[in-house]
């Protein structure tokens, strides 16, 4: 199935609360988990799997994978803010 730019965009259900969202609406999110037999010799199998989850604006906001931009500049400005006040001053410039 082709990428399509315009019309109707495919429908996708959240995976938290099962609510029918557009593709292109829902926040994608791809968990990776690691499974291995735990044996530190050079039979030591590991096996990565990658599973991508969609979830709806409002339940990808309370699992806090999704926030707003004006939210992201706000924290990102205060965390610049305490940097400035950590590092020291040589030299009092």
Same mark, same amino acid.
């Given at each position: 199935? %082709?990428?399509?730019?315009? %019309?109707?965009? *495919?429908?996708?259900?959240? $995976?938290?609360?099962? =609510?029918?969202?557009?593709? $292109? +609406? ?5 968990? &990776? ?9 050079? $039979? $030591?199998? *590991?096996?990565? &799997? ?18 707003? +931009?004006?939210?992201?500049?706000? =924290? ?15 030299? %009092?410039?």
């Amino acid at each position: 199935m %082709g990428s399509k730019i315009r %019309g109707r965009q *495919r429908l996708v259900n959240c $995976d938290s609360c099962g =609510r029918r969202v557009p593709r $292109d +609406k829902a926040v994608s999110y791809e968990r &990776t988990s690691v499974f291995s037999t735990d044996m530190k010799t050079a $039979d $030591d199998v *590991r096996l990565m &799997t990658r599973n991508e989850m969609h979830y709806c604006p409002s339940c990808a906001k309370s699992r806090g994978i999704y926030e707003k +931009k004006k939210e992201q500049a706000i =924290r990102r400005s205060q965390r610049a803010a305490q940097t400035q006040q950590q590092r020291p001053n040589w030299g %009092g410039y």
